[in-house]
């Protein structure tokens, strides 16, 4: 059974950068579209972005577009959220999931196309 740990949240100032980290155990993520995704308060769950199994292409919500990185570290098993540029409104509980879809896009990467999921981490962006 796929199991994915995140880790890395936080309470951070706005303008200030955290790393997270989807750690994947008893699967190899090379083989499955990894997204991030977010959820605040009272809101829907949303994308933010994900790295395909298809061709490894990367794609991001415009939201986080310029501030937000993803990679993968194959020897690690591990696909990392770069989030950089801070802001109030990032603030959420951050969620890994898998997808077995290789052609997801921006505008298609909605939760319920994703399989698995991690238990997820919170981010706070506050002063």
């Known amino acids: 059974q796929v199991q994915l740990v995140e880790s890395g949240g936080g309470l951070v100032q706005p303008g200030g950068s955290l790393r997270l980290s989807c750690e994947a155990s008893?699967?190899?993520?090379?083989?499955?579209?990894l997204g991030w995704f977010r959820q605040a308060p009272g809101k829907e769950r949303e994308g933010v972005g994900f790295?395909?199994?298809?061709?490894?292409?990367?794609h991001y919500k415009d939201s986080v577009k310029g501030r937000f990185t993803i990679s993968r570290d194959i020897a690690k098993n591990t696909v990392n959220l770069q989030m950089n540029s801070l802001k109030p409104e990032d603030t959420a509980v951050y969620y890994c999931?898998?997808?077995?879809?290789?052609?997801?896009?921006?505008?298609?990467?909605?939760?319920?196309?994703?399989?698995?999921w991690g238990q997820g981490t919170q981010v706070t962006v506050s002063s």
């Open positions: 999931a898998t997808s077995v879809r290789t052609s997801l896009t921006e505008a298609t990467m909605v939760p319920s196309l994703f399989q698995s």
């Open positions: 008893k699967f190899t993520l090379d083989y499955y579209t």
């Open positions: 790295i395909s199994s298809g061709d490894g292409s990367i």
